[in-house]
């Protein structure tokens, strides 16, 4: 657990580029569309140079394969989870400053939990209580630095009811965006397990108890078993017998059980996963542009653009994405994904450095220093 968490708090780190360099972007008077747009168009063109050479252009052509026959699912999760989720993080970028855009995204915390449970997740209260414990020390941060703002008396600084509606609104609507863009590509990844591990039950004297259990310890990477007993846990998620939702099921979980069960192994590569997700998005990037019809961007722009593609996009994106593969319990992956708060940690020291911010206040340095705790605690319980 605590190689997870160090994998989640080097992601975190990559991420935090996102803020800074968006802040920088915003100042220079580049339009937030193509902060957000061209990092997806950027990250297609490096993951696709980076597959091609670790595994040949065939491997593009599978994965593409992947793409048409499930084009509906990819497009719906690449639009959610990287086209939703970085429209709120780069218009909120272009309206109040980053370590708002960070501090507001850092509810991921506690939406990834209410993810995991909407996808039939169970998981010990107190990994609740270290995620409210988290979330605590980033709200304490973001007022800390809003009070300091309002005392600063800053002509250019953005009133209470802007920062809520066009800062902490779209963060917050990309908070809960992103944990259900990654959840829904694991639930293929699962189904697609789960559908082997039945095959394989169903394999008479083919099949012995050892390789059996072998197979269904990969089902547990986040096994949303969508089961409507209240007494299930994550322990239950060895049970591969479950074929479809009870008839009493819930329409969310419905539609849980209409995600398909791809069958390949390639979704087990995070770069893989990234590939399929930002193809996805391309069409969403696409309407969104005809409908705002911004200016051109400069050559500055493109080029911080390129290096949050490469940061936060590449990087980032796929050292989370392996994390959470190897997570192996529901408590794992909600202390992998409670990692994401450390971006606000990143953020505030990168706003130092790069942008002259000044030091946090008393009350920022207690909500970081509560961050740490609730981050070590998933480690020592997870």
Same mark, same amino acid.
């Not at 050479?53 to 593409?64: A, N, T, V, W, Y």
């Not at 218009?91 to 915390?109: K, L, P, Q, R």
């Not at 009493?248 to 770069?271: K, Y």
């Not at 390129?306 to 319990?329: D, N």
């Given at each position: 657990?605590?190689?997870?968490?160090?994998?989640?708090?080097?992601?975190?780190?990559?991420?935090?580029?996102?803020?800074?360099?968006?802040?920088?972007?915003?100042?220079?008077?580049?339009?937030?569309?193509?902060?957000?747009?061209?990092?997806?168009?950027?990250?297609?063109?490096?993951?696709?140079?980076?597959?091609?050479?670790?595994?040949?252009?065939?491997?593009?052509?599978?994965?593409?394969?992947?793409?048409?026959?499930?084009?509906?699912?990819?497009?719906?999760?690449?639009?959610?989870?990287?086209?939703?989720?970085?429209?709120?993080?780069?218009?909120?970028?272009?309206?109040?400053?980053?370590?708002?855009?960070?501090?507001?995204?850092?509810?991921?915390?506690?939406?990834?939990?209410?993810?995991?449970?909407?996808?039939?997740?169970?998981?010990?209260?107190?990994?609740?209580?270290?995620?409210?414990?988290?979330?605590?020390?980033?709200?304490?941060?973001?007022?800390? !630095?809003?009070?300091?703002?309002?005392?600063?008396?800053?002509?250019?600084?953005?009133?209470?009811?802007?920062?809520?509606?066009?800062?902490?609104?779209?963060?917050?609507?990309?908070?809960?965006?992103?944990?259900?863009?990654?959840?829904?590509?694991?639930?293929?990844?699962?189904?697609?397990?789960?559908?082997?591990?039945?095959?394989?039950?169903?394999?008479?004297?083919?099949?012995?108890?050892?390789?059996?259990?072998?197979?269904?310890?990969?089902?547990?990477?986040?096994?949303?078993?969508?089961?409507?007993?209240?007494?299930?846990?994550?322990?239950?998620?060895?049970?591969?017998?479950?074929?479809?939702?009870?008839?009493?099921?819930?329409?969310?979980?419905?539609?849980?059980?209409?995600?398909?069960?791809?069958?390949?192994?390639?979704?087990?590569?995070?770069?893989?996963?990234?590939?399929?997700?930002?193809?996805?998005?391309?069409?969403?990037?696409?309407?969104?542009?005809?409908?705002?019809?911004?200016?051109?961007?400069? #050559?500055?722009?493109?080029?911080?653009?390129?290096?949050?593609?490469?940061?936060?996009?590449?990087?980032? #994106?796929?050292?989370?994405?392996?994390?959470?593969?190897?997570?192996?319990?529901?408590? !794992?992956?909600?202390?992998?994904?409670?990692?994401?708060?450390?971006?606000?940690?990143?953020?505030?020291?990168?706003?130092?450095?790069?942008?002259?911010?000044?030091?946090?206040?008393?009350?920022?340095?207690?909500?970081?220093?509560?961050?740490?705790?609730?981050?070590?605690?998933?480690?020592?319980?997870?």
């Amino acid at each position: 657990m605590v190689k997870l968490i160090l994998l989640g708090l080097l992601a975190g780190a990559f991420f935090s580029s996102t803020f800074i360099l968006n802040e920088l972007m915003s100042a220079a008077g580049g339009h937030w569309f193509w902060s957000a747009s061209m990092r997806y168009v950027f990250m297609l063109l490096i993951v696709t140079a980076i597959i091609a050479m670790q595994h040949g252009f065939d491997r593009i052509k599978e994965l593409m394969t992947i793409f048409c026959q499930h084009w509906v699912f990819w497009c719906i999760t690449g639009s959610i989870g990287f086209g939703v989720f970085y429209t709120g993080i780069c218009y909120a970028a272009d309206h109040v400053a980053g370590w708002v855009v960070a501090a507001t995204f850092m509810f991921t915390v506690v939406t990834s939990l209410l993810v995991l449970v909407a996808f039939g997740q169970r998981f010990d209260k107190k990994f609740i209580a270290y995620a409210l414990l988290v979330f605590v020390g980033v709200a304490m941060v973001n007022v800390s !630095e809003g009070m300091h703002a309002a005392s600063a008396l800053d002509a250019n600084a953005a009133s209470m009811k802007d920062m809520l509606l066009y800062g902490a609104l779209p963060a917050l609507i990309a908070a809960f965006s992103y944990p259900i863009g990654n959840q829904l590509v694991w639930q293929v990844s699962y189904n697609n397990r789960k559908q082997r591990a039945d095959l394989l039950s169903s394999q008479d004297g083919h099949t012995s108890q050892n390789d059996m259990h072998e197979d269904t310890n990969a089902l547990i990477t986040e096994a949303p078993v969508l089961s409507m007993d209240t007494n299930y846990t994550a322990d239950d998620s060895l049970n591969v017998n479950h074929t479809s939702p009870p008839a009493s099921a819930s329409f969310l979980q419905t539609l849980i059980a209409r995600i398909p069960a791809i069958e390949t192994n390639l979704l087990q590569n995070a770069f893989n996963k990234v590939w399929l997700m930002t193809l996805g998005s391309l069409p969403f990037w696409l309407l969104l542009g005809l409908i705002i019809r911004p200016d051109m961007p400069d #050559t500055s722009q493109l080029f911080n653009t390129l290096l949050v593609a490469l940061l936060a996009g590449v990087g980032a #994106t796929s050292i989370f994405l392996y994390a959470r593969e190897k997570a192996e319990t529901s408590s !794992e992956v909600a202390g992998v994904d409670a990692t994401q708060a450390s971006e606000v940690i990143f953020a505030l020291i990168g706003g130092m450095l790069l942008l002259n911010n000044s030091i946090p206040p008393a009350m920022g340095l207690l909500g970081i220093g509560l961050i740490i705790v609730g981050l070590i605690l998933f480690a020592k319980d997870g």
